[in-house]
């Protein structure tokens, strides 16, 4: 009995998805927990694992195809049944039913039909739309046939050709993180379906070293900045991940009684045990950064007191015995939180390693499903920036976030005396209706003389 692949539901929130890439075809033969296809969540693009092993038997959505949670999107022939004999068998009836939710329009449709901007002449060039999980709007083709025609949807602009008069294939999100960063789309590489330029290309394109620029006269004129005209105005519409930012949190503050305590922290210690430990590690070209040691002390600190390590679904409270923690990654379209398991069972070192491999998946869209859900506790770290004190919102069904500023020199008053010391002010944002906020003081007077006296994280 041949076995039917489903849209999985990869994040708590999910309830569609969009096949972004087939890793396979129909005719391969399948290992069980190979990865056969990418899904675009809302919140990233993630492989899909197969859960038996067998044939590709039948491809039901193709790629771009947007379908809901539980939907059909292939056949595996798992047993001694002839794949072609599969596909014959239930193609037509799988392809009728993952046509109406896979696109709106019907499945004769034609590419244009789709849209209501009119297709462009042959010889303008266009930009294909990015499969899923580049964190963008998606507007299908039409996944009743394989379209062989691009479609500009009403936002975007044609993309220039190339040197040769051939289409540029370019996602809305990779031509405006290109025109911020100022890259010629004309030099970079697409890796996406048929050759598109997406988000993780235009992340790790290098471009060229510039020739430099003749001197000046030193009489000219200096180039005047031209102003945007009076009245202008952009219309940026809402992508999924952005769609899904604004619910959530929007929910969260409203249906959670949120309450926030602030201390600061000496790190001056910190710093400098930081100092020592990264000239041991410079051999292995490892640097520790003081988020490393926040993380190693909030993993300690919510051991200590569980009644932060929690969710809460409105019903009971479940404590966790182990600490997942979930770190806010900022991507060009939006907010991703990752999430390091098991992190009391790490040193700084691993921590280091873990957690960077994970904010560099989590830009390159590339997590898979347990990296992005069943976080215990979340910190929020903008210290880079140098912001000096600020205030999360909470992600349900945790309990609590942790907000990490900037660690800075500042002047305190130390034994009578004002001296020079690295300060960090964090923040604790808690749900009121599972934390008290006598238990979160506790919880903040232990990460305070964990930070301020780093040798307590072994004990």
């Not at 990865?35 to 990233?44: G, P, Q, R, S």
């Not at 809402?238 to 305590?261: D, N």
């Amino acid at each position: 009995m041949p076995s039917e692949i489903t849209m999985p539901q990869q994040t708590d929130t999910m309830t569609e998805g969009t096949v972004v890439q087939w890793l396979k075809k129909e005719g391969d033969k399948i290992k069980s927990g190979e990865a056969i296809v990418e899904i675009e969540t809302d919140k990233a693009t993630m492989e899909m694992e197969a859960f038996e092993a067998g044939t590709l038997a039948y491809i039901a959505v193709p790629e771009g195809g947007k379908v809901a949670v539980g939907a059909t999107i292939a056949l595996l022939a798992t047993g001694k049944e002839n794949p072609a004999d599969v596909k014959k068998q239930f193609g037509s009836a799988k392809t009728a039913a993952a046509t109406p939710a896979a696109s709106p329009v019907p499945a004769k449709a034609t590419a244009v039909e789709a849209s209501p901007v009119p297709a462009p002449p042959p010889q303008h060039a266009v930009a294909t739309l990015e499969e899923a999980a580049r964190g963008e709007m998606h507007e299908p083709d039409d996944v009743g046939h394989h379209a062989t025609r691009s479609v500009v949807p009403p936002h975007e602009t044609a993309a220039p050709q190339n040197g040769n008069g051939g289409r540029v294939r370019i996602s809305p999100l990779a031509r405006r993180i290109a025109a911020d960063k100022g890259f010629d789309v004309l030099q970079i590489t697409g890796t996406g379906p048929q050759g598109r330029i997406i988000q993780r290309d235009v992340l790790s394109f290098t471009p060229p070293a510039a020739k430099p620029a003749p001197p000046q006269p030193t009489t000219s004129a200096p180039e005047l900045v031209p102003r945007p005209a009076s009245g202008a105005k952009t219309v940026i519409p809402l992508t999924k991940m952005r769609a899904v930012i604004a619910q959530r949190l929007q929910q969260s503050k409203q249906t959670l009684p949120h309450f926030y305590e602030t201390v600061d922290i000496d790190v001056e210690a910190v710093s400098q045990l930081r100092v020592r430990i990264n000239q041991q590690l410079e051999a292995e070209k490892i640097r520790l950064s003081i988020g490393d040691f926040v993380a190693k002390a909030v993993a300690v600190t919510l051991q200590r007191h569980p009644a932060l390590n929690a969710t809460f679904d409105g019903k009971e409270i479940t404590r966790h015995a182990s600490v997942n923690l979930g770190m806010a990654v900022a991507l060009p379209e939006g907010l991703i939180v990752p999430v390091l398991r098991g992190i009391e069972q790490l040193g700084l070192r691993d921590i280091r390693l873990r957690s960077a491999d994970l904010v560099e998946r989590a830009r390159a869209q590339r997590l898979k499903q347990d990296e992005l859900s069943g976080a215990t506790f979340s910190v929020s770290n903008l210290g880079t920036f140098g912001v000096r004190e600020f205030s999360a919102i909470i992600n349900p069904p945790e309990v609590g976030i942790l907000a990490v500023a900037a660690a800075e020199k500042r002047a305190v008053v130390r034994n009578d005396q004002i001296v020079a010391r690295t300060m960090m002010t964090v923040t604790l944002s808690a749900d009121h209706r599972v934390v008290d906020g006598a238990a979160a003081a506790e919880f903040l007077r232990t990460f305070k003389s964990l930070l301020e006296d780093p040798g307590l994280m072994l004990t």
